[in-house]
């Protein structure tokens, strides 16, 4: 039995995504207290944007994409 192709579903990004990403470039903290509140992943972010901005932003624009 022949089936179709599988259709994958995609979320597009809104407005609201890629501002959230730019606040996550310019200031990682603020861009994951945007999307997630005030918790775990924001102390989480903190600490690792003060042991390098680096580490912050890849953690921030993960948590954004990621939800």
Do not use: Q, W
Not at 16 to 40: R, T, Y
């Amino acid at each position: 039995m022949k089936r179709g192709p599988e259709k994958t579903s995609k979320m597009a990004m809104t407005c609201s995504d890629i501002l959230k990403i730019i606040l996550a470039i310019i200031l990682p903290p603020l861009g994951v207290l945007v999307e997630k509140g005030c918790g775990a992943d924001l102390l989480i972010n903190i600490a690792l944007t003060f042991l390098g901005f680096i580490p912050g932003i890849i953690h921030a624009l993960y948590i954004i994409l990621k939800y």
